[in-house]
């Protein structure tokens, strides 16, 4: 089986920056895809990045600019660098990787913005 964990997550002060990391374990092949989404308390699960296997990237609304995601596939680990960091930013954030049609999500690092 496949498992996705997250780390780095924690609390910063307005403006700061964070880099979170996901590494893929277990029976890795070939990775379609790899993101990550954030859900906040009382809002619904919101996509934050996302790179494909083709190293193509995309963003949530408002993020590209502050937020980067990059990749290490000897590694199979994908991170996010988290920079100008907004109170508003503060959620759970969970990766998650396609493979073969199959979608594996990490159980979630906490990142709390806040002076």
């Known amino acids: 089986q496949v498992q996705v964990v997250e780390s780095g997550g924690g609390l910063v002060q307005p403006g700061g920056s964070l880099r979170l990391s996901c590494a893929a374990s277990g029976s890795i092949f070939s990775i379609d895809a790899m993101g990550w989404y954030r859900q906040a308390p009382g809002k619904e699960r919101e996509m934050v990045a996302h790179i494909t296997s083709g190293g193509s990237t995309n963003y949530g609304d408002s993020l590209e600019g502050r937020f980067t995601i990059s990749r290490d596939n000897a590694k199979n680990t994908v991170y996010l660098q988290m920079n100008s960091l907004k109170p508003e930013d503060t959620a759970v954030y969970y990766c998650?990787?396609?493979?073969?049609?199959?979608?594996?999500w990490g159980q979630g690092t906490q990142v709390t913005v806040s002076s």
């Open positions: 998650n990787l396609a493979q073969m049609g199959y979608i594996y």
